[in-house]
Protein backbone atom coordinates (compact mmCIF):
# COMPACT_ATOMS: atom_id res chain seq x y z
CA UNK A 1 0.00 0.00 0.00
CA UNK A 2 1.81 3.13 -0.92
CA UNK A 3 2.18 6.00 1.37
CA UNK A 4 2.82 8.66 -1.10
CA UNK A 5 2.22 9.42 -4.84
CA UNK A 6 3.74 12.18 -6.27
CA UNK A 7 3.22 13.41 -10.28
CA UNK A 8 5.68 15.81 -11.68
CA UNK A 9 4.30 18.64 -13.57
CA UNK A 10 6.12 17.41 -16.98
CA UNK A 11 4.94 13.60 -16.32
CA UNK A 12 7.99 12.22 -17.10
CA UNK A 13 8.77 11.00 -13.74
CA UNK A 14 6.68 9.06 -11.16
CA UNK A 15 7.63 9.02 -6.97
CA UNK A 16 6.09 6.13 -4.57
CA UNK A 17 7.05 5.97 -0.95
CA UNK A 18 6.08 2.64 0.82
CA UNK A 19 7.21 0.99 3.47
CA UNK A 20 10.80 -0.36 3.96
CA UNK A 21 9.01 -3.70 4.66
CA UNK A 22 7.20 -3.63 1.37
CA UNK A 23 9.99 -2.48 -0.91
CA UNK A 24 10.68 -5.47 -2.61
CA UNK A 25 6.82 -6.21 -3.74
CA UNK A 26 6.49 -3.34 -5.11
CA UNK A 27 9.13 -3.30 -7.35
CA UNK A 28 7.86 -6.93 -7.79
CA UNK A 29 4.29 -5.30 -8.98
CA UNK A 30 6.28 -2.44 -10.83
CA UNK A 31 8.83 -4.12 -13.03
CA UNK A 32 5.51 -7.23 -14.11
CA UNK A 33 3.36 -4.37 -15.00
CA UNK A 34 6.26 -1.91 -16.83
CA UNK A 35 8.61 -4.40 -18.54
CA UNK A 36 6.02 -6.59 -19.14
CA UNK A 37 7.81 -9.43 -16.55
CA UNK A 38 5.72 -12.58 -15.95
CA UNK A 39 3.26 -12.32 -12.69
CA UNK A 40 4.24 -14.53 -10.14
CA UNK A 41 1.51 -16.08 -7.89
CA UNK A 42 2.50 -18.01 -5.16
CA UNK A 43 0.70 -21.32 -4.20
CA UNK A 44 0.44 -22.70 -0.41
CA UNK A 45 -0.97 -26.14 -0.98
CA UNK A 46 -2.06 -28.04 2.05
CA UNK A 47 -2.81 -31.80 1.26
CA UNK A 48 -1.39 -34.41 -1.12
CA UNK A 49 -3.42 -37.14 -1.46
CA UNK A 50 -5.59 -37.90 -3.82
CA UNK A 51 -7.08 -34.76 -5.15
CA UNK A 52 -3.72 -32.69 -4.09
CA UNK A 53 -1.37 -34.79 -5.33
CA UNK A 54 -3.22 -34.88 -8.59
CA UNK A 55 -3.29 -30.79 -8.35
CA UNK A 56 0.73 -30.70 -7.86
CA UNK A 57 1.07 -32.63 -10.67
CA UNK A 58 -1.42 -30.40 -12.97
CA UNK A 59 0.50 -27.55 -12.04
CA UNK A 60 3.72 -28.65 -12.59
CA UNK A 61 2.71 -29.89 -16.01
CA UNK A 62 0.45 -26.49 -17.03
CA UNK A 63 3.19 -23.98 -15.57
CA UNK A 64 5.06 -23.56 -18.54
CA UNK A 65 1.71 -23.26 -20.91
CA UNK A 66 -0.09 -21.22 -19.01
CA UNK A 67 2.65 -18.66 -18.15
CA UNK A 68 2.97 -18.13 -22.05
CA UNK A 69 -0.29 -17.83 -23.04
CA UNK A 70 -1.55 -15.66 -19.49
CA UNK A 71 1.49 -14.07 -18.31
CA UNK A 72 1.16 -15.84 -15.30
CA UNK A 73 3.73 -17.70 -13.78
CA UNK A 74 2.52 -20.03 -11.10
CA UNK A 75 4.85 -21.06 -8.19
CA UNK A 76 4.45 -23.47 -5.74
CA UNK A 77 6.75 -22.22 -2.63
CA UNK A 78 4.86 -24.37 -0.05
CA UNK A 79 3.45 -28.13 0.06
CA UNK A 80 2.20 -29.64 3.61
CA UNK A 81 0.11 -32.44 5.01
CA UNK A 82 -0.89 -32.71 8.65
CA UNK A 83 3.04 -33.31 9.74
CA UNK A 84 5.11 -32.18 7.47
CA UNK A 85 6.19 -29.06 5.43
CA UNK A 86 8.33 -28.40 1.66
CA UNK A 87 9.64 -24.85 2.02
CA UNK A 88 10.86 -23.27 -1.49
CA UNK A 89 11.42 -19.79 -2.57
CA UNK A 90 11.91 -21.03 -6.11
CA UNK A 91 9.21 -23.76 -6.00
CA UNK A 92 8.48 -27.13 -5.84
CA UNK A 93 9.95 -29.28 -8.71
CA UNK A 94 8.84 -32.73 -10.27
CA UNK A 95 10.18 -34.90 -7.52
CA UNK A 96 8.60 -33.32 -4.97
CA UNK A 97 7.44 -36.76 -3.07
CA UNK A 98 10.53 -37.67 -2.72
CA UNK A 99 11.52 -33.76 -1.49
CA UNK A 100 8.87 -34.04 1.49
CA UNK A 101 10.12 -37.14 2.73
CA UNK A 102 13.93 -36.57 2.30
CA UNK A 103 13.28 -32.57 3.93
CA UNK A 104 9.81 -31.88 5.00
CA UNK A 105 9.81 -30.44 8.30
CA UNK A 106 7.07 -29.92 11.18
CA UNK A 107 6.02 -26.72 11.07
CA UNK A 108 3.15 -24.37 12.14
CA UNK A 109 1.13 -22.44 10.17
CA UNK A 110 3.21 -19.07 11.22
CA UNK A 111 6.31 -20.46 9.77
CA UNK A 112 4.93 -20.15 5.95
CA UNK A 113 3.59 -16.73 7.01
CA UNK A 114 7.35 -16.00 7.85
CA UNK A 115 8.91 -17.42 5.17
CA UNK A 116 6.50 -15.78 2.60
CA UNK A 117 7.19 -12.69 4.52
CA UNK A 118 11.37 -13.09 4.61
CA UNK A 119 10.86 -13.78 0.74
CA UNK A 120 9.10 -10.92 -0.06
CA UNK A 121 6.41 -13.06 -1.59
CA UNK A 122 3.29 -11.15 -3.09
CA UNK A 123 0.35 -12.61 -5.14
CA UNK A 124 -0.21 -15.43 -1.87
CA UNK A 125 -2.84 -17.91 -2.22
CA UNK A 126 -3.80 -20.97 0.04
CA UNK A 127 -5.14 -23.87 -1.31
CA UNK A 128 -7.05 -26.62 1.40
CA UNK A 129 -7.47 -29.80 -0.30
CA UNK A 130 -7.89 -31.70 2.93
CA UNK A 131 -10.76 -33.05 5.01
CA UNK A 132 -10.08 -31.00 8.16
CA UNK A 133 -12.03 -28.85 10.32
CA UNK A 134 -8.60 -27.69 12.41
CA UNK A 135 -6.86 -26.52 9.65
CA UNK A 136 -10.21 -24.46 8.57
CA UNK A 137 -9.48 -22.28 11.84
CA UNK A 138 -6.86 -20.98 10.31
CA UNK A 139 -8.12 -19.70 7.27
CA UNK A 140 -8.59 -16.57 9.50
CA UNK A 141 -4.93 -15.95 10.02
CA UNK A 142 -4.11 -16.91 6.18
CA UNK A 143 -6.57 -13.75 5.32
CA UNK A 144 -4.59 -11.64 7.93
CA UNK A 145 -1.59 -12.42 6.45
CA UNK A 146 -2.38 -11.64 2.86
CA UNK A 147 -3.31 -14.47 1.09
CA UNK A 148 -6.41 -16.13 -0.71
CA UNK A 149 -8.04 -19.01 -0.48
CA UNK A 150 -8.83 -21.63 -2.91
CA UNK A 151 -11.06 -24.85 -1.16
CA UNK A 152 -12.06 -28.33 -2.06
CA UNK A 153 -12.93 -28.79 1.84
CA UNK A 154 -16.01 -27.82 2.54
CA UNK A 155 -15.88 -27.86 6.14
CA UNK A 156 -15.74 -23.72 6.26
CA UNK A 157 -18.90 -23.66 4.40
CA UNK A 158 -20.60 -26.00 6.50
CA UNK A 159 -19.97 -24.84 10.01
CA UNK A 160 -22.14 -22.61 12.01
CA UNK A 161 -23.94 -19.71 10.39
CA UNK A 162 -21.90 -17.09 12.38
CA UNK A 163 -18.58 -18.69 11.19
CA UNK A 164 -19.55 -18.51 7.33
CA UNK A 165 -20.70 -14.72 8.16
CA UNK A 166 -17.29 -13.64 10.03
CA UNK A 167 -15.42 -15.40 7.38
CA UNK A 168 -16.90 -13.21 4.55
CA UNK A 169 -16.61 -10.33 6.84
CA UNK A 170 -12.77 -10.99 7.65
CA UNK A 171 -12.28 -11.53 3.99
CA UNK A 172 -13.87 -8.00 2.77
CA UNK A 173 -12.01 -6.38 5.71
CA UNK A 174 -8.95 -7.17 3.96
CA UNK A 175 -9.93 -7.22 0.33
CA UNK A 176 -9.53 -10.89 -0.33
CA UNK A 177 -11.26 -14.21 -2.17
CA UNK A 178 -11.85 -16.89 -0.94
CA UNK A 179 -13.13 -19.44 -3.78
CA UNK A 180 -14.71 -23.00 -3.49
CA UNK A 181 -16.31 -23.98 -6.62
CA UNK A 182 -15.17 -27.96 -6.44
CA UNK A 183 -17.54 -27.88 -3.09
CA UNK A 184 -20.00 -29.01 -5.29
CA UNK A 185 -20.24 -31.42 -8.40
CA UNK A 186 -16.36 -31.48 -8.52
CA UNK A 187 -15.52 -29.79 -11.81
CA UNK A 188 -19.27 -28.41 -12.52
CA UNK A 189 -19.42 -24.62 -13.04
CA UNK A 190 -22.63 -25.14 -9.99
CA UNK A 191 -21.43 -22.80 -7.69
CA UNK A 192 -20.42 -20.36 -9.66
CA UNK A 193 -23.92 -20.47 -11.95
CA UNK A 194 -25.96 -20.22 -8.88
CA UNK A 195 -23.59 -17.31 -7.64
CA UNK A 196 -24.43 -15.17 -10.87
CA UNK A 197 -28.46 -15.61 -11.02
CA UNK A 198 -28.70 -15.07 -7.20
CA UNK A 199 -26.80 -11.49 -8.13
CA UNK A 200 -28.66 -11.03 -11.27
CA UNK A 201 -31.56 -10.81 -9.04
CA UNK A 202 -33.24 -14.27 -10.36
CA UNK A 203 -35.63 -15.45 -7.84
CA UNK A 204 -34.70 -19.73 -7.69
CA UNK A 205 -37.45 -21.28 -6.06
CA UNK A 206 -35.56 -24.94 -6.29
CA UNK A 207 -32.22 -26.43 -6.61
CA UNK A 208 -32.73 -30.72 -6.74
CA UNK A 209 -30.16 -33.51 -8.32
CA UNK A 210 -27.84 -36.00 -7.64
CA UNK A 211 -25.17 -34.42 -5.91
CA UNK A 212 -23.07 -37.23 -4.94
CA UNK A 213 -20.73 -38.62 -7.81
CA UNK A 214 -20.03 -42.17 -5.81
CA UNK A 215 -23.56 -42.41 -4.92
CA UNK A 216 -24.54 -41.79 -8.25
CA UNK A 217 -22.29 -44.59 -9.61
CA UNK A 218 -23.56 -47.29 -7.00
CA UNK A 219 -27.33 -46.16 -7.77
CA UNK A 220 -27.11 -45.87 -11.05
CA UNK A 221 -25.31 -49.68 -11.95
CA UNK A 222 -27.57 -51.12 -8.67
CA UNK A 223 -31.00 -49.88 -11.20
CA UNK A 224 -29.19 -51.33 -14.70
CA UNK A 225 -29.20 -54.75 -12.97
CA UNK A 226 -29.55 -57.26 -10.63
CA UNK A 227 -25.66 -57.21 -9.25
CA UNK A 228 -26.32 -57.67 -5.32
CA UNK A 229 -25.48 -53.98 -3.74
CA UNK A 230 -22.19 -55.07 -1.20
CA UNK A 231 -20.72 -56.17 -4.62
CA UNK A 232 -21.49 -52.83 -6.82
CA UNK A 233 -20.34 -50.75 -3.52
CA UNK A 234 -16.84 -52.47 -3.28
CA UNK A 235 -16.65 -51.89 -6.85
CA UNK A 236 -16.83 -48.01 -6.37
CA UNK A 237 -14.77 -48.47 -3.81
CA UNK A 238 -12.04 -50.11 -5.51
CA UNK A 239 -12.45 -47.12 -8.38
CA UNK A 240 -11.95 -44.56 -5.83
CA UNK A 241 -15.20 -43.07 -5.77
CA UNK A 242 -16.03 -43.42 -2.07
CA UNK A 243 -14.35 -41.90 0.53
CA UNK A 244 -11.93 -43.95 2.30
CA UNK A 245 -14.44 -44.76 4.83
CA UNK A 246 -17.53 -45.16 2.50
CA UNK A 247 -20.37 -44.83 5.53
CA UNK A 248 -18.98 -40.70 4.73
CA UNK A 249 -21.16 -41.15 1.76
CA UNK A 250 -23.83 -43.87 2.78
CA UNK A 251 -24.47 -41.69 5.56
CA UNK A 252 -25.80 -38.77 3.29
CA UNK A 253 -23.99 -36.25 5.93
CA UNK A 254 -22.04 -35.47 2.25
CA UNK A 255 -24.79 -34.65 0.17
CA UNK A 256 -26.20 -32.25 3.20
CA UNK A 257 -22.90 -30.56 3.12
CA UNK A 258 -22.93 -29.70 -0.74
CA UNK A 259 -27.30 -28.92 -0.04
CA UNK A 260 -26.19 -26.58 2.54
CA UNK A 261 -23.48 -24.34 0.77
CA UNK A 262 -25.88 -23.60 -2.41
CA UNK A 263 -28.85 -22.68 0.52
CA UNK A 264 -26.30 -19.90 1.90
CA UNK A 265 -24.85 -19.13 -1.60
CA UNK A 266 -28.90 -18.14 -1.64
CA UNK A 267 -28.49 -15.64 1.34
CA UNK A 268 -30.36 -18.65 3.66
CA UNK A 269 -29.73 -18.97 7.09
CA UNK A 270 -29.83 -23.38 7.52
CA UNK A 271 -27.73 -24.82 9.39
CA UNK A 272 -26.86 -28.07 9.55
CA UNK A 273 -29.49 -29.39 11.67
CA UNK A 274 -32.07 -28.10 9.66
CA UNK A 275 -31.41 -30.80 6.91
CA UNK A 276 -33.69 -34.01 7.13
CA UNK A 277 -31.35 -36.85 6.21
CA UNK A 278 -32.41 -40.28 5.11
CA UNK A 279 -28.97 -42.55 6.29
CA UNK A 280 -29.00 -45.25 4.28
CA UNK A 281 -26.32 -47.45 6.78
CA UNK A 282 -28.42 -49.95 9.05
CA UNK A 283 -28.22 -48.50 12.70
CA UNK A 284 -25.95 -51.85 14.15
CA UNK A 285 -23.31 -50.90 11.17
CA UNK A 286 -23.16 -47.10 12.16
CA UNK A 287 -20.45 -47.52 14.87
CA UNK A 288 -16.54 -49.29 14.69
CA UNK A 289 -14.23 -49.50 12.27
CA UNK A 290 -13.85 -49.53 8.82
CA UNK A 291 -12.77 -53.09 8.60
CA UNK A 292 -15.69 -54.22 10.36
CA UNK A 293 -18.09 -52.06 8.15
CA UNK A 294 -16.41 -54.03 5.33
CA UNK A 295 -16.48 -57.08 6.50
CA UNK A 296 -20.43 -57.03 7.15
CA UNK A 297 -21.34 -55.08 3.83
CA UNK A 298 -24.12 -58.85 2.70
CA UNK A 299 -26.10 -57.37 5.53
CA UNK A 300 -26.60 -54.31 3.00
CA UNK A 301 -27.90 -56.09 0.42
CA UNK A 302 -31.20 -57.50 1.82
CA UNK A 303 -32.25 -53.97 2.37
CA UNK A 304 -31.12 -53.00 -0.97
CA UNK A 305 -33.19 -55.55 -2.86
CA UNK A 306 -36.08 -54.42 -0.85
CA UNK A 307 -36.26 -51.09 -2.44
CA UNK A 308 -35.55 -52.38 -5.92
CA UNK A 309 -38.59 -54.72 -5.98
CA UNK A 310 -41.21 -51.95 -4.30
CA UNK A 311 -40.32 -49.37 -7.42
CA UNK A 312 -42.97 -49.23 -10.21
CA UNK A 313 -42.00 -51.22 -13.66
CA UNK A 314 -39.79 -48.63 -15.55
CA UNK A 315 -38.19 -46.55 -12.69
CA UNK A 316 -35.10 -46.35 -11.22
CA UNK A 317 -33.40 -45.15 -7.29
CA UNK A 318 -31.69 -42.09 -7.29
CA UNK A 319 -30.44 -40.54 -3.83
CA UNK A 320 -30.95 -36.71 -4.04
CA UNK A 321 -30.74 -33.53 -2.74
CA UNK A 322 -33.74 -31.16 -2.63
CA UNK A 323 -33.49 -27.70 -1.83
CA UNK A 324 -37.04 -25.77 -1.53
CA UNK A 325 -39.74 -24.13 0.51
CA UNK A 326 -40.46 -20.53 0.21
CA UNK A 327 -36.84 -19.42 -0.87
CA UNK A 328 -36.94 -15.99 0.04
CA UNK A 329 -37.01 -16.42 4.01
CA UNK A 330 -34.33 -16.72 6.41
CA UNK A 331 -34.59 -20.28 6.11
CA UNK A 332 -35.42 -22.83 3.05
CA UNK A 333 -36.21 -26.63 3.59
CA UNK A 334 -33.24 -29.52 2.78
CA UNK A 335 -34.01 -33.42 2.52
CA UNK A 336 -31.47 -35.70 1.57
CA UNK A 337 -33.10 -38.93 0.70
CA UNK A 338 -33.25 -41.94 -1.67
CA UNK A 339 -36.21 -41.75 -4.02
CA UNK A 340 -37.26 -44.03 -7.14
CA UNK A 341 -37.70 -41.88 -10.26
CA UNK A 342 -38.92 -42.03 -13.52
CA UNK A 343 -35.89 -44.28 -15.88
CA UNK A 344 -37.00 -41.70 -18.84
CA UNK A 345 -36.52 -38.76 -16.42
CA UNK A 346 -33.61 -36.40 -16.26
CA UNK A 347 -32.41 -37.41 -12.62
CA UNK A 348 -33.46 -41.41 -14.22
CA UNK A 349 -31.71 -40.91 -16.78
CA UNK A 350 -28.13 -39.86 -15.52
CA UNK A 351 -25.16 -42.59 -16.07
CA UNK A 352 -21.52 -43.87 -14.47
CA UNK A 353 -20.47 -41.51 -11.94
CA UNK A 354 -22.41 -38.00 -13.12
CA UNK A 355 -23.99 -35.70 -10.91
CA UNK A 356 -27.03 -34.08 -12.23
CA UNK A 357 -28.28 -30.74 -10.84
CA UNK A 358 -31.60 -28.83 -11.50
CA UNK A 359 -31.78 -25.38 -10.86
CA UNK A 360 -35.70 -23.92 -10.59
CA UNK A 361 -36.27 -20.38 -11.56
CA UNK A 362 -38.93 -17.62 -11.55
CA UNK A 363 -38.11 -16.66 -14.91
CA UNK A 364 -37.71 -20.61 -16.31
CA UNK A 365 -41.01 -21.39 -14.95
CA UNK A 366 -41.42 -25.24 -15.49
CA UNK A 367 -38.16 -25.82 -17.08
CA UNK A 368 -35.17 -26.00 -14.82
CA UNK A 369 -31.76 -25.03 -16.05
CA UNK A 370 -29.56 -28.10 -16.01
CA UNK A 371 -26.16 -29.17 -15.04
CA UNK A 372 -24.64 -32.53 -15.90
CA UNK A 373 -20.91 -33.79 -15.66
CA UNK A 374 -18.46 -36.19 -14.06
CA UNK A 375 -19.32 -35.65 -9.90
CA UNK A 376 -16.58 -37.89 -9.07
CA UNK A 377 -12.71 -38.07 -9.25
CA UNK A 378 -9.49 -36.85 -8.22
CA UNK A 379 -8.98 -35.39 -12.12
CA UNK A 380 -11.70 -33.31 -12.38
CA UNK A 381 -11.92 -32.22 -8.64
CA UNK A 382 -8.60 -31.23 -8.93
CA UNK A 383 -8.98 -29.29 -11.86
CA UNK A 384 -12.02 -27.49 -10.86
CA UNK A 385 -9.38 -26.33 -7.74
CA UNK A 386 -7.00 -25.50 -10.60
CA UNK A 387 -9.63 -23.29 -12.55
CA UNK A 388 -10.07 -21.43 -8.96
CA UNK A 389 -6.40 -20.52 -8.81
CA UNK A 390 -6.17 -19.60 -11.69
CA UNK A 391 -9.38 -16.69 -11.62
CA UNK A 392 -7.76 -15.07 -8.68
CA UNK A 393 -4.17 -14.76 -10.64
CA UNK A 394 -6.32 -12.90 -13.48
CA UNK A 395 -7.61 -10.86 -11.43
CA UNK A 396 -5.24 -10.18 -8.28
Known sequence: MPLLFNNTVTGKNVSLVVRKSDLHKALNVMHGQIFGISKKINLALFGHGNVGGTLVEQILRSAKTIEKRKGIHLNVFAL??????????????????????????????????????????????????????????????????????????????????DFYELLREELGKHQKQYLYETNVGAGLPLIDTIKLLHLSGENITRIKGVFSGSLSYIFNTFSEGDQPFSAILKDAIARGYTEPDPREDLSGNDVGRKLLILARELDLRNEFQDIRIENLIPPELREGGVEGFLENLPLLDKMFEKEREKQKPGHVLRYIGDLHGDLQKDKGQLDVQLVSVPGESALGQVKGSDSIIEIYTESYGAHPLVIQGAGAGAAVTARGVFGDILRIAEKG
Not at 85 to 111: C, F, H, P, V
Open 80 to 161: ANSRKLLLSKQGIGRNWEAAMREKGTDYSLEDIFEFARQNHLENLIAVDNTASEEFVAGYFDFVANGFDLVSSNKIANTLRF
